[in-house]
């Protein structure tokens, strides 16, 4: 049972990371593309990629919570 929390603890740090870091560097290409100064594309590709990986982790876990309902 200790293994089971460990396991599903970093299976979310693992989406939200990855999930983050692939929205900030989507995000700052394209505010650097429409010409938006560095560290303005810094900082607003930093809060939506934070909001993303966010919601996309909550989402992750119901689903995470709702597949192993099933199986209880």
Do not use: N
């Amino acid at each position: 049972m200790f293994e089971s929390w460990i396991i599903r603890l970093i299976s979310v740090l693992v989406v939200m990371i990855a999930v983050g870091l692939g929205w900030f560097q989507v995000r700052f290409s394209r505010l650097k593309k429409h010409g938006v100064e560095e560290a303005e594309a810094r900082s607003k590709a930093s809060v939506q990629a934070k909001t993303s990986a966010l919601i996309v982790t909550f989402l992750y876990m119901v689903a995470m919570v709702s597949v192993a309902g099933l199986f209880m």
